[in-house]
């Protein structure tokens, strides 16, 4: 008969990457970022030159650590933000300005963020359509902001309008809109007054992959926004970020008064 506590027991390569993850949250690492090499490993551990690499290759994948040619395995550093996915209203009756709010802040934080546009009309995914009240085979304008923070990838938000709400207006040109794209909204008399978000993971797809610069086993976080005012729907925003370098920051309720 089988024992299942001895069947539970996983395999040696994943204990030793349990522990390795251990040393690297400690901070072990840290100094040089380099990992002691296979054959320290190897002693440290007393076991097999393969069980080595295959717990190194589930760190690997998990987006902890890189292999560089010739030279050794290395933590993957990289820079966290804090994305603030719910600022604070400013006014009652509206959602705040969201993105240029963030930027405002960022900038003077000190943090380097540049931008670029594109735009162009695309059939409405299901679930987009669903919640913009279209059907599936309608088209929608889809407008995509890449974003980058020190000059790296940070994150890419496609935001879908219905293809007469965005016609002739600033949304539709490849550069900022004056304001943001929430000013040119209520400027249009559609100010935004509720969302709701939908959060997701997933892994990237190929093209993902290489625009955020992914080593393998790195999940997106997906934020997917539904914004409406009372006359119903306005837009979805759907961003991607990379999860090995943004935290989602959510601030509920009113902030304690500063002392």
């Known amino acids: 008969m089988t024992n299942p506590r001895a069947a539970a027991t996983p395999p040696k390569y ?7 993850r251990h040393r690297i949250d400690s901070g072990e690492w840290d100094g040089d970022g380099r990992l002691p090499v296979e054959s320290d490993l190897e002693q440290q551990y007393g076991v097999a030159r393969n069980t080595v690499r295959l717990a190194v290759d589930v760190l690997v994948n998990e987006g902890r650590v890189v292999r560089v040619q010739g030279k050794g395995t290395y933590l993957r550093r990289r820079s966290r933000y804090d994305h603030r996915v719910y600022p604070r209203p400013h006014r009652r009756g509206a959602l705040p300005m969201g993105g240029a709010e963030y930027a405002a802040e960022a900038r003077a934080a000190g943090v380097d963020l540049s931008f670029e546009y594109e735009v162009w009309a695309v059939r409405a995914r299901r679930d987009i359509a669903d919640w913009l009240g279209l059907r599936p085979e309608d088209s929608v304008m889809m407008r995509r902001q890449l974003c980058r923070v ?49 959060l997701t993971a997933r892994m990237p797809d190929p093209a993902e992959a290489a625009w955020f610069e992914l080593g393998p086993g790195v999940p997106l976080l997906v934020n997917t926004r539904v914004t409406r005012d009372r006359r119903g729907p306005i837009r979805v925003v759907e961003t991607r970020y990379a999860a090995d370098r943004a935290r989602l920051l959510y601030e509920l309720g009113d902030r304690a008064p500063a002392d």
């Open 150 to 198: 020190a000059q790296e990838p940070y994150a890419i938000e496609d935001s879908h309008y219905r293809p007469g709400l965005a016609a002739g207006t600033a949304l539709m040109e490849d550069l900022p809109a004056p304001g943001g794209d929430e000013r040119t909204l209520a400027d249009l008399g559609r100010t935004e007054t509720a969302a709701t978000d939908h």
């Open 14 to 20: 994943q204990r030793l990457a349990a522990d390795l």
